[in-house]
């Protein structure tokens, strides 16, 4: 990409090179520098599509615009851009301001992540057509936007870094509370947000906003493995066995988060990380001390107009100071047309009920909220919750 500048024709030609390499390596053995040779046989390849096209007359205008180098080959191996940063400027590139939210989440899967379209596909549950012609519709996009391969600077610069971290956090939360189909997560798209998030923060390392974001990451995936029972189902996490969550993660997190605070501006990345620390350095949940997580959110607010930060003060509210002081918050929330109809809503309140002792209104709000999400663990949760109420009546 850096040499070529087009998604396309680099990408169809790095897997000719990995074939080859697959083809070749068993019987001849490993090269000795195997990026170098990668790169070598695939910038061959590509200067041979090149030239086929410049003799069958095809794209002559995009040819001449790939006006042919001298050195189409490989540079020496020292004298590379490191993987990191020419892979953070490719992510910086998927994150074109002139792509949409979705085509950016898809084309930095598929172009920086390594996963296949039917892969992404699969994570968005739609067809592998639809996010076919995402992907090509994003690189079409990026080509004709005509900026080249390089780290953007300045005003510009903070604004990709913006959307580059929001892309981030969406995948994270794609795959750590997958929004439809059989399974509560994804692990691939998890790993893949935190290995990225890790790459920024190696090459950004004194951004608060950065360090915030894989903070967040790691101290919320430490609960992963407590998150589901043997049959995959929700496990509240009230209810989980805080001796599986990950020590090593919370650790790391706490410390990146506890780095990053007093230095500058206080982000969203950065106080939802603070929330996150205090409810893993809880023993149990009994101690989780819910007047500072109260207070962290009050802060949140301060900067973030986003109903699912109100969502979650309400119940951080209701844990500290009763269940009608959050359900007087959550209230106020049934007005947000960005919330109203979301299952989340829905099945906060019904918890807050059930807390209130309003036991049959709060069934009806769990199997409302069972009717609104798509998530099938989410779904038998809910239901099992309505249907406890039942059974104790």
Not at 31 to 52: F, G, H, M
Not at 227 to 254: C, H, Y
Not at 367 to 389: D, I, K
Request: proline share 6%; aromatic share 4%; glycine share 6%.
């Amino acid at each position: 990409m850096r040499r070529f500048g087009h998604f396309d024709a680099a990408e169809d030609a790095t897997q000719e090179a990995l074939l080859a390499a697959a083809q070749q390596w068993p019987g001849e053995g490993r090269p000795e520098n195997p990026r170098a040779w990668l790169i070598t046989v695939a910038s061959r390849r590509l200067t041979d599509l090149l030239r086929s096209e410049q003799a069958r007359r095809r794209r002559e205008d995009t040819v001449a615009q790939w006006t042919l180098p001298s050195d189409l080959l490989a540079p020496a191996p020292e004298r590379s851009p490191s993987d990191s940063d020419d892979t953070l400027i490719l992510l910086f590139l998927c994150c074109h301001p002139a792509l949409s939210p979705a085509s950016q989440i898809a084309l930095t899967l598929r172009a920086v992540g390594g996963l296949t379209t039917p892969e992404i596909a699969r994570a968005f549950l739609v067809p592998e057509a639809t996010m076919t012609r995402r992907i090509s519709r994003a690189k079409q996009t990026v080509k004709e936007s005509g900026v080249p391969f390089g780290m953007p600077g300045g005003a510009e610069r903070a604004a990709r870094l913006d959307a580059v971290l929001h892309v981030l956090y969406l995948i994270f939360n794609e795959g750590y509370a997958t929004t439809s189909g059989p399974n509560l997560q994804r692990t691939e798209l998890t790993a893949e947000a935190i290995r990225l998030a890790r790459m920024v923060h190696r090459l950004l390392p004194d951004d608060g906003e950065v360090t915030g974001l894989l903070a967040l990451m790691l101290l919320t995936d430490a609960r992963r493995p407590a998150r589901t029972g043997p049959a995959g189902e929700l496990v509240p996490m009230a209810e989980q066995d805080r001796s599986l969550w990950d020590a090593g993660s919370i650790a790391e997190g706490v410390a990146l988060v506890t780095a990053a605070l007093p230095r500058g501006d206080t982000g969203s990345y950065q106080l939802q990380a603070a929330i996150a620390a205090v409810h893993d350095e809880a023993p149990s949940a009994d101690e989780t001390d819910w007047p500072q997580i109260t207070a962290l959110y009050e802060v949140l607010l301060q900067i973030s107009d986003n109903p699912v930060v109100s969502l979650n003060h309400a119940v951080a509210v209701a844990m500290s100071s009763g269940p009608q002081a959050g359900l007087e918050r959550l209230a106020q929330l049934t007005a947000d047309g960005r919330i109203a109809e979301d299952h989340r809503l829905h099945a906060v309140r019904a918890h807050l009920l059930e807390m209130a002792g309003e036991r049959d209104t709060a069934r009806e709000c769990y199997e409302a909220a069972a009717r609104r999400t798509t998530s099938l663990p989410q779904q038998r949760y809910l239901h099992a919750r309505a249907a406890r109420l039942v059974e104790d009546a």
